[in-house]
């Protein structure tokens, strides 16, 4: 089985523009959720969606947002990018719930904002 | 506030040795623990979990610890190898915090051949 897939794997923006991030949870899992990972630090929590619901956010301004379709893929949109928004993106996927006891990272998107 | 360390500073060892990585937290009260793995440039691969309720838990040349008094866990690789080397991450989960994991800034590991 394939595992968390991550689109694109790498992306340059200009501030002021827009971004939109996709992930492919693996089959079978209804939980996805997104993170933001700066260099030299640990991934800082954005999103959960669970059966396309919103079951979390971070601490992230209204720039971010997110959603979940019918078939558990999501999108993380990021509006207005300012130069401090260049990270890798992960998203994760879950099997259990919003419990996340294991999650599956893809290998993220690299966003650098010129 | 809540707090997760984990040593900033690279651990360097040698090959066939112990490599012992700490996690210690502050105003948490965790359910569970997970230890991860990151490779440069790819997203973290989940190894471990302990419950609040556990000790200690071994999985092949891994074995973590978790001391809810002493807000500690420890993640031990025994005969490491280079292969082993790598960016280890705990993430801490509460009920409080519906689950959502807060990551430690992860520490760096070499085995030296």
């Known amino acids: 089985d394939a595992g968390v897939t991550q689109s694109p794997t790498h992306l340059i923006k200009t501030r002021g523009q827009h971004v939109t991030l996709r992930c492919s949870p693996i089959s079978g899992h209804k939980s996805v959720s997104w993170y933001q990972q700066v260099l030299g630090q640990g991934p800082q929590f954005i999103f959960q969606?669970?059966?396309?619901?919103?079951?979390g956010r971070g601490n992230f301004p209204d720039r971010f947002s997110a959603r979940q379709f019918p078939n558990y893929s999501s999108e993380l949109n990021v509006n207005a990018l300012l130069l401090g928004d260049s990270a890798l993106y992960l998203c994760?996927?879950?099997?259990?719930?919003?419990?996340?006891?294991?999650?599956?990272f893809g290998s993220g998107t690299q966003l650098s904002v010129l | 506030s809540q707090k997760i360390e984990q040593n900033s500073e690279a651990l360097n060892i040698q090959e066939g040795k112990t490599a012992t990585l700490t996690c210690n937290y502050t105003n948490y009260s965790p359910a569970y623990l997970q230890w991860y793995r990151q490779d440069p440039g790819r997203g973290p691969v989940f190894l471990l979990l302990i419950r609040e309720n556990e000790k200690e838990k071994r999985k092949e040349r891994l074995k973590v610890t978790f001391d809810t008094t002493l807000k500690q866990s420890l993640f031990h690789i025994t005969a490491s190898q280079p292969a082993d080397s790598a960016t280890y991450l705990c993430?801490?989960?509460?009920?409080?915090?519906?689950?959502?994991?807060?990551f430690g800034r992860g520490t760096s590991l070499i085995v030296h051949p």
């Open positions: 993430a801490l989960l509460s009920s409080g915090g519906s689950y959502i994991p807060t």
């Open positions: 969606y669970y059966e396309k619901e919103e079951r």
């Open positions: 994760a996927s879950s099997s259990q719930g919003t419990t996340n006891e294991k999650l599956f």
